[in-house]
């Protein structure tokens, strides 16, 4: 079942005079559980294509559908709900709110839901992620006293404390060492493999892209590849 | 949650938020000192001129621009003219119908020579009354010397400051039992009179600045400004009091004479039955005697305690205009200018310093959330990506911005009613004449009264209310892009 499809997808910045072409006429299908790396070099459009189906940015041209949804048709109110409803995040740079602690980055998406309140169920569940992640010990915790890895678990658990459809990661080892990132990779895919969840994540290392059941390799705008492995 | 991340993040940005705090806190303590000053020198100055000179409310001559005192800025050379009040009897009967009266007293106001023949000459505002009514009103004045004018009397209560100032300017040293010579000379001609001293006294206000009016009988100042005497004065005149300068006065008038003698002033004119009809004043009006018992000028009105003076001065001249009752009801305002003048002006200055202080707070906030803004352009991003609707970013800026604003605003209304205590227990003293007048006493003690702190509330609210609009409307416009685009 395909949970998000990109057909004729492009997106032009213009800066001044010039228009940069990031995406020039993608056409793409993820399926639903799918573990998929978006490969490519810098500037390939990475970026500006998970940003799209991370419903935080606007096609130029062509349709991007996300769970049956139309994104071009929603308004600002309606994207926030489809994006707090269907995804989650995971940023480069961790994007913690600081004044936060771990335990309460995790809970935070889901007092911006229409039903805001913790019940016991959502607190078990958040007791899970906590665990799952490996920061049992680091819950009272503020970003500014946790490791880069153990800020991205964090992330990752606040990425999933909504259990959205589909999870975006843009980058997410590109901020930690090897070790780490790699460690931190192991983790989405078992989540992956344990809760169906579908992944998309974006990376520039060769290395990274291996983990990824599914690749779909870009340049210069354009996928160069697309390609299941079983 | 949004307290919470709007609690830490005043919190996070300590130096920030002092910053701020300390400004607000600061602009509301001033603001709600200076307001108490205000207010209780309001009620000061009020009490001194309703309590010694003015009453809750003055009734005028309609058109009369002048108070107890005269006239006003406009009337810079001569005695000011003070219109009689023609309708005095229909505008008493409203008067009396007031709610809330306590009491009423009418008074005339006039200038006169003080003449000490070759040793000079002062000029002087009188103030011409009934002692038994007028005192039952006004208990404004400290008898140094002597004792207060008897019912019917004719004599002077002096003004202690003139007292001084006649010492002084021409050494001439009057004290009780002594006879001054009034003189005036105005549309009714040159009169004269003869009264004894039988009062050295001072008012209870300090704020007798510029004038420095003394008492004597009604009779006596209705004659020396040539208006109206009324039958009862002219029954009451004692011969004693009464005493006639010119030549061969006993012949003239006889003894039972109501008013004092004149000449016309240097002219050497025949004297016509006219013209010693005009000169003779007093007498001649008196074989027509006006209603209500003699020309006054004014009705001083006493209200009772905690009766609004706004409300009852409408009234009243609604009533007046309906009935064409030629009268004016006041406040003590008009009697007060230039004290009155001055200490709007500084209510004014006030206002706008303090309208200033809040643009300048609000405009300080401002600023300072905009920064914030563009430091948490990623944190708001991240929010928003997260899926918080604009009206969260939204409600979390006016909760910082209202926290701070309310926390620090009412710490400073606490600091500025310790300040308020502190000088109510100290007292701040008037070192000048013009300090005096605006304090309306020797000494200010400030209260903390409900007008100011409701004022300093609602700057609070303002600046609360009004920083975060522009600030919030840039965190709107952050795209959660942002979250991804700056680090
Ligand atoms: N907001 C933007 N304004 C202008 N150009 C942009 C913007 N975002 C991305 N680009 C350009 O689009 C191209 C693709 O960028 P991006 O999607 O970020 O690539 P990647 O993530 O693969 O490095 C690049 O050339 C980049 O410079
Ligand atoms: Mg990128």
Request: charged content about 20%; aromatic content about 6%.
């Amino acid at each position: 079942m395909s949970i998000i499809n990109l057909s004729q997808v492009k997106k032009h910045y213009s800066l001044g005079k010039t228009t940069v072409e990031a995406v020039r006429g993608v056409d793409l299908t993820i399926e639903k559980g799918d573990f998929i790396s978006i490969a490519g070099p810098s500037g390939s459009g990475k970026s500006t294509i998970l940003n799209m189906i991370g419903l935080i940015d606007t096609p130029t041209e062509g349709e991007v559908t996300i769970a049956g949804e139309n994104i071009g048709k929603l308004d600002d109110t309606g994207l926030t709900r489809l994006r707090h409803e269907a995804i989650g995040f995971i940023f480069q740079s961790f994007n913690l709110i600081p004044v936060l602690n771990t335990r309460e980055n995790i809970e935070f998406p889901l007092l911006l839901g229409k039903n805001g309140k913790i019940t016991a169920e959502k607190r078990d569940w958040i007791d899970f992620l906590i665990e799952e992640v490996g920061l049992g010990d680091r819950v009272k915790n503020k970003p500014n006293e946790l490791s880069g890895g153990q800020r991205q678990r964090v992330a990752i658990a606040r990425a999933l404390v909504t259990k959205p459809m589909i999870v975006l990661a843009d980058e997410p080892t590109a901020n930690l060492d090897s070790n780490t990132g790699e460690a931190i990779l192991e983790l989405m895919k078992k989540i992956n493999k344990d809760s169906g969840t579908t992944f998309i994540f974006s990376t520039h290392d060769h290395k990274v892209v291996q983990i990824a059941d599914h690749v779909v390799r870009l340049l210069d705008g354009l996928i160069v590849e697309d390609s299941r492995r079983n | 949650m949004i307290w919470r991340i709007a609690m830490r993040n005043l919190i996070q940005h300590r130096t920030k938020t002092i910053i701020i705090g300390s400004l607000v806190a600061l602009g509301i303590m001033l603001t709600l000192i200076g307001n108490c000053l205000i207010t209780t020198m309001g009620s000061g100055i009020t009490k001194s001129f309703t309590d010694n000179f003015t009453g809750e409310i003055l009734v005028t001559a309609s058109g009369a621009k002048a108070g107890v005192f005269g006239a006003q800025s406009d009337e810079m050379f001569g005695p000011p003219v003070i219109s009689v009040l023609k309708d005095y009897d229909a505008a008493l009967a409203k008067v009396k119908a007031l709610p809330g009266l306590k009491s009423w007293t009418p008074q005339l106001s006039g200038y006169a020579v003080f003449n000490f023949e070759e040793k000079g000459s002062d000029f002087s505002l009188l103030f011409g009354i009934d002692p038994a009514d007028y005192f039952k009103s006004m208990d404004n004045v400290n008898i140094i010397s002597g004792r207060r004018l008897a019912p019917g009397e004719e004599g002077m209560m002096l003004n202690r400051k003139m007292q001084d100032s006649l010492k002084k300017s021409m050494s001439v040293n009057l004290k009780v039992g002594d006879t001054i010579q009034l003189n005036s000379f105005g549309d009714a001609g040159f009169k004269i009179r003869e009264v004894p001293i039988v009062a050295i006294f001072e008012f209870k206000a300090a704020n007798q600045r510029i004038f420095t009016p003394s008492f004597v009988d009604s009779t006596t100042l209705r004659v020396l400004l040539g208006k109206n005497v009324g039958p009862t004065e002219k029954v009451q005149v004692s011969k004693e009091a009464t005493a006639l300068i010119d030549a061969n006065p006993d012949s003239l008038f006889g003894d039972d004479t109501t008013a004092a003698a004149q000449t016309v002033s240097g002219s050497g004119k025949v004297l016509t039955e006219q013209g010693l009809k005009t000169m003779l004043g007093g007498k001649v009006a008196a074989s027509v005697p006006p209603p209500g018992g003699g020309a006054w000028n004014f009705i001083l009105v006493r209200l009772n305690p905690g009766v609004k003076a706004e409300p009852l001065i409408k009234e009243l001249n609604r009533e007046f205009e309906k009935d064409g009752i030629k009268a004016n009801a006041q406040g003590w305002q008009i009697s007060g200018s230039p004290d009155s003048y001055t200490f709007a002006a500084l209510g004014l200055i006030f206002n706008i310093a303090m309208i200033l202080l809040a643009v300048v707070s609000i405009i300080i906030i401002m600023n300072t959330l905009v920064i914030s803004v563009m430091e948490r352009t990623s944190e708001i991003g991240t929010m928003r990506a997260l899926g918080a609707q604009k009206m969260l970013v939204r409600k979390m800026f006016i909760a910082e911005t209202l926290s701070v604003t309310v926390l620090f605003g009412l710490v400073g209304i606490v600091l500025g009613a310790i300040v308020v205590a502190i000088l109510n227990v100290v007292g701040l003293p008037a070192d000048s004449d013009f300090l005096a007048v605006i304090f309306g006493g020797k000494i200010l003690k400030p209260v903390v009264s409900l007008k100011p702190l409701l004022t300093s509330m609602g700057l609070i609210l303002l600046i609360g209310s009004v920083s975060w609009i522009y600030p919030v409307a840039l965190a709107l416009k952050v795209s959660p892009l942002k979250a991804i685009t700056t680090d």
